[in-house]
């Protein structure tokens, strides 16, 4: 099992950036990729991006793409989602979540992935 901590969510203005943190702990060795979602209030959870945990190769939302970049730091266990011009549709709790799957088709769809944090807010004012 691992354990993920997300931390670094906050209240921003609209064009505002934060950089949320996700420590992973426990049996990481297993983890094939590490991925960020969010969930608005009435809304299904939304993938916003993946970062493969080896290589490195990323992939986000079309909602997010050029705005948003995840970036992970492999001595440190660590994953980050850089978030740049905020908007208040970004609003949402965020999490991240680590899978053992190799299929990386899957990675889009939280059912892909087995651990999951606890989320932080991020709330984006206009």
């Known amino acids: 099992q691992v354990q993920l901590v997300e931390s670094g969510g906050g209240l921003v203005q609209a064009g505002g950036s934060l950089r949320l943190s996700c420590v992973a702990s426990?049996?990481?060795?297993?983890?094939?990729?590490m991925g960020w979602f969010r969930q608005a209030p009435g809304k299904e959870r939304e993938f916003v991006g993946c970062?493969?945990?080896?290589?490195?190769?990323?992939a986000y939302s079309d909602s997010v793409k050029g705005r948003f970049a995840i970036a992970r730091d492999n001595a440190k266990s660590t994953v980050y989602l850089i978030m740049n011009d905020l908007q208040p549709a970004d609003t949402a709790v965020y999490y991240c979540?680590?899978?053992?799957?190799?299929?990386?088709?899957?990675?889009?769809?939280?059912?892909?992935?087995?651990?999951w944090g606890q989320g932080t807010q991020v709330t984006v004012s206009s």
């Open positions: 979540a680590a899978t053992n799957s190799n299929l990386g088709g899957s990675y889009v769809f939280p059912a892909a992935y087995d651990s």
């Open positions: 426990g049996r990481t060795f297993k983890t094939n990729a």
């Open positions: 970062i493969t945990w080896r290589t490195g190769l990323t």
